[in-house]
């Protein structure tokens, strides 16, 4: 009876699975992922988007407490108010209609636009307006909105009305504005939410709301075809209706920021003819006791460096206490000389070895270095004002500390140490603090390799040193400096560092309250440190982490805040309560602990599963969190939570995988021959019987275990594979972690992945004459020299590989502009010396001088807009086995970055990489591509996708 019973539970489930479909290309578009979450500051409501992959998204925003739930189709961008009492969001148009626009090549003008919705949450009711730009809610306000309008689809003339009390009149309009040039502004429309009565004013391009929400700033450009209408930058009271004139005039008025306590106003104008070539910036100032705005800045400012003016690209900031207005400056530029004629003279880069930057890297960013402005400080009340230039060209950056209140900035510059970047990929760094009253500077570190910032309260400035491994306080106050981590037991730096380049820190979490304690990370535990070295440092998780194999990290809750206005937020307070992000180097769970910042005992934990969990949001209550997870098996979705002990589910994605063979993950550990211990991820389809024969693709990059509980959505990749959808087909799919020998990657790969492949293949499960290897990039290469060791695999796959060390050493990374050197003395290629010193360890880890021991078919994609790996990489090794008789492809997707970006692209490449796969490993008919190939003639007629019974 028993065997009986087995017998039938065995058919029902293998009917079950038998049921199930395999993945194939057409289910992309429309499989889900979760989007942004929020949840209201009440806690009581909760928005999440769900997308698709190509197609129309749907936002959600759920009554936590009543249950009921708003649905927006095509809903993305929402905000909630910070009443809670209303939630904002575009609506996209229809994805068709979009696709539709893009095939009639529509103007921008012309193409679909996005409406604005707004949700009444006390009622449910949605007020739709369509074609909106943008729109805002203040900070810390109530009961207001304002809204960009985009330009109307219809030309409609348009006649301000005559000047009223106050001048608001000239902007109040119920009509929409007329088509105007393209510099011209749009409507706004400022909201009352509890009301529903608006204004409308004419041709803004720009505003602002204070944090309080009680002004409104903007600015209206006028317009050239309705001469009544009014120009400059107003200021609305958004309680009383009242509108002043800040500035009368058409110009240019941009960066408008207030002060902490909504009362003083600052941005950057200028009022130019239009035909001037270079405009002359100004910081103006407005407040709501004045009736206009004043220019506090200018070009013949005292304090202002000869032949520099105000930048209008640099941002403008108020100190927290409202004493002191930071804005940016820059050199004048220079006008463009008309007497050139442009065909008459050389187009040339100069490239000069004294220069600090290669001319790639300066062509790259010559658009992002000419709006480059320099930090600057003016004491607002002074009675004998004048700029205080903080920064230049040798010393560049600069932070605010303690938010603009102290009487410095943190400056830094790699000025004298760039031209190294070239072989190091990094440059080393010198510190200042700079005296906002008088611009002197005091150097505090001197060429630091790593890292440094300022105490949230100014007290210190914290510092990680590379070379030493060590963190380090600087005290403000006195000029000490303490080591806060040198002589411990515990190592602060990266302890798995397989790189010939000096280790990172584990990083820093966070600051208690009033700069009393820093806590820095080890490889699993938290610590407490005195910033002074007074106390003795405490591990505040006990050990826990380090014990049972768990990393702890810090996990800041608080939502993101849109407004960036309270960076002194990052620290807690001495005995808070904080929660930590947990996760099981053994076993690979994820979760969440809690623990007391004051205290030395173990967390306590409140979560551990076999999911991955995204970071955790709550509201300013602080009494509900939100958050999605997920895992292999289980597609992410939306929950929220009081305490983890029960959860809420929002979302059912992708209800339509259970209907899909899918699959399931494990973790699979070894021993390589030298001794090493490994491990990896084997992925195996859901129908998986142990009494069958499997085709198996090994994936690799580096390390790739600890995502073992992490979804793989079936999706076109940008070059990775497509895991789910391979093993949905009946693939089995190994992801082997790599460690790294200096001076031997590619022998190291061997090690590893051989090994890997090795062991699995003593499962008589897998059929050992059925392997196929799949890597990009990195992994390209690995596939790459994997074929040059042995006849173990039966096809391969390699991604943007470089297949000549020698030849690829010196080139450029056209996407950065960066030399290439330093990847292989310091990074990923990890040969750990230059081409001169040891080229005999380049020759060895380059596949292309081992090419006539090739026996693999391969597939090499190469694409000639690739910015990481030059694509003659790909054609040396394409053409090298050819002219060897080898079975090789190479596929160059026009204009295509190192991974693929245009969706059709990859489309285009799973198909291909199917059919390739299925040829070799499965014994599938071959296509067309692969035994004739695609004329140049047939290019865009036809892609070589139909099965033939020709052999290639």
């Known amino acids: 009876m028993q065997k009986r019973l087995t017998f039938i539970l065995f058919f029902v489930v293998s009917f079950a699975y038998a049921q199930k479909k395999p ?27 769900i997308l698709q992959q190509e197609g129309d998204a749907q936002l959600y925003i759920s009554n936590l407490k009543t249950k009921s739930k708003l649905n927006i189709p095509r809903g993305m961008n929402a905000q909630f108010s910070n009443d809670s009492k209303f939630a904002a969001f575009n609506i996209r148009p229809f994805y068709k209609d979009i696709r539709l626009a893009k095939i009639k090549k529509k103007k921008a003008d012309e193409t679909p636009k996005d409406s604005l919705g707004i949700a009444n949450l006390t009622t449910n009711a949605i007020t739709k307006v369509a074609r909106v730009k943008s729109f805002k809610f203040p900070e810390d306000g109530f009961d207001v909105m304002a809204y960009l309008a985009e330009k109307p689809d219809t030309a409609k003339k348009t006649t301000s009305p005559s000047s009223k009390k106050d001048g608001e009149e000239d902007f109040a309009d119920d009509e929409p504005a007329g088509r105007g040039k393209a510099d011209e502004g749009t409507d706004l429309v400022v909201k009352n939410l509890l009301t529903g009565a608006d204004k409308t004013y ?11 929400g009680k002004q409104l700033v903007f600015a209206s450009s006028g317009s050239k075809k309705d001469k009544s209408a009014q120009k ?63 220019v506090i800045v200018d070009y013949d400012m005292p304090g202002l460096p000869e032949k520099w003016s105000v930048s209008g690209d640099g941002r403008v900031t108020f100190s927290k206490d409202g004493k002191k207005l930071f804005f940016g400056i820059a050199p004048v530029k220079k006008a463009k000389d008309t007497t050139i004629i442009d065909f008459e003279v050389a187009k040339v880069d100069i490239w000069n070895y004294k220069d600090d930057y290669l001319q790639p890297m300066q062509l790259k960013n010559a658009d992002r270095d000419s709006k480059k402005s320099y930090l600057s400080v003016i004491d607002v009340f002074s009675s004998d004002p004048k700029v205080i230039p903080l920064t230049d060209f040798t010393l560049p950056d600069a932070d605010l500390v303690a938010r603009g209140d102290a009487d410095f900035v943190l400056a830094s510059t790699d000025y004298g140490h760039r031209i190294e970047s070239q072989w190091s990929g990094s440059t080393s760094k010198d510190y200042y603090l700079v005296d906002t009253k008088n611009g002197q500077r005091k150097k505090i570190i001197s060429g630091l390799s790593g890292y440094a910032m300022a105490s949230p309260a100014g007290k210190y400035v914290l510092y990680f040193d590379r070379k030493a491994g060590n963190w380090y306080t600087y005290t403000i106050a006195s000029g000490k400096v303490t080591s806060l981590t040198e002589g411990m037991s515990v190592k602060f730096v990266n302890e798995e560092n397989d790189v010939p380049d000096l ?23 938290i610590w407490s440190f005195s910033p002074d070295g007074k106390s003795q440092p405490k591990n505040i998780t006990a050990g826990f982490g380090k014990s049972n194999k768990i990393t702890f990290r810090y996990q800041r809750l608080q939502q993101e805040n849109r407004f960036e206005r309270n960076a002194d937020s990052k620290f807690v307070k001495a005995n808070e309560l904080v929660w930590l992000e947990a996760f099981n180097n053994v076993t690979k769970e994820n979760g969440f602990y809690r623990t007391n910042v004051g205290s030395v005992k173990a967390p306590e934990l409140v979560v551990m599963s076999k999911h991955k969990y995204s970071n955790l949001l709550t509201s300013k209550a602080e009494d509900v969190f939100i958050y999605d997870k997920g895992n292999y098996v289980e597609s992410p979705n939306v929950y929220v939570t009081a305490d983890f002990k029960t959860e809420t589910k929002l979302t059912n994605t992708n209800p339509q995988q259970q209907n899909y063979n899918w699959g399931t993950a494990e973790l699979v550990k070894w021993t390589t021959p030298k001794g090493f211990s490994a491990e990896g991820i084997l992925y195996k389809p859901e129908n998986f019987d142990p009494n069958k024969k499997y085709p198996m693709i090994a994936y690799f990059y580096e390390k790739l275990s600890d995502g073992l509980y992490s979804y793989q959505a079936p999706a076109p990749t940008p070059s990775r594979l497509n895991i789910s959808f391979f093993v949905s087909n009946g693939y089995l799919v190994f992801a082997p972690d790599i460690s790294y020998e200096t001076g031997h990657p590619g022998q190291s790969a061997v090690e590893f992945i051989n090994s890997g492949v090795e062991h699995l293949k003593k499962n008589s499960w897998v059929d050992g004459t059925k392997i196929g290897i799949q890597g990009q990039s990195w992994g390209g290469y690995q596939v790459a020299y994997l074929i040059t060791q042995n006849d173990m695999y039966a096809a391969a796959w390699a991604g943007a590989p470089v297949a000549n060390m020698t030849s690829a050493y010196g080139g450029i990374r056209w996407e950065t502009g960066m030399n290439r050197q330093f990847q292989y003395e310091k990074t990923q290629s990890r040969i ?24 693999t078919p391969v597939v090499v994609m190469a694409n000639d807009a690739d910015g990481a790996v030059p694509w003659y990489q790909g054609i040396e090794m394409f053409t090298g086995l050819r002219r060897l008789g080898k079975p090789v492809w190479l596929l160059n997707y026009n204009g295509e970055a190192h991974n693929l970006v245009q969706r059709q692209n990859r489309k285009d490449i799973q198909i291909r990489e199917q059919q390739f796969f299925d ?27 139909e099965l033939t019974d020709d052999k290639p």
């Open 503 to 525: 280790p990172n820190s584990y990083g820093f979490a966070t600051w208690t309250e009033d700069d009393k304690a820093v806590l820095l990370n080890d490889r699993y535990d």
């Open 232 to 294: 400059g930058v107003f200021l609305l009271n958004t309680e009383k209706g009242t509108l002043k004139t800040l500035i009368n005039g058409k110009g240019n008025f941009k960066n408008f920021t207030f002060d902490e306590e909504s009362e003083h106003l600052a941005f950057v104008g200028e009022q130019d003819p239009e035909k001037q070539e270079i405009k002359n910036f100004n910081v103006y100032y407005a407040s709501t006791s004045l009736d206009t705005a004043q």
């Open 202 to 212: 004419k041709y803004v391009t720009d505003y602002y709301f204070s944090k309080d």
């Open 919 to 945: 040829y070799y490993l499965k014994g599938a008919k071959a296509p067309a591509w692969m035994t004739a190939g695609v004329p140049a003639t047939e290019k865009g007629k036809t892609w070589g996708f």
């Open 832 to 855: 750990g010396a230059t081409l001169w010193e040891k080229p005999e360890l380049y020759i060895e880890n380059s596949p292309l001088f081992m090419f006539p021991k090739v026996n």
């Open 23 to 49: 993945l194939d290309h057409s289910v992309y578009d429309a499989w889900e992922s979760v989007g942004s979450k929020q949840l209201s500051n009440n806690g009581q409501w909760a928005l999440y988007t």
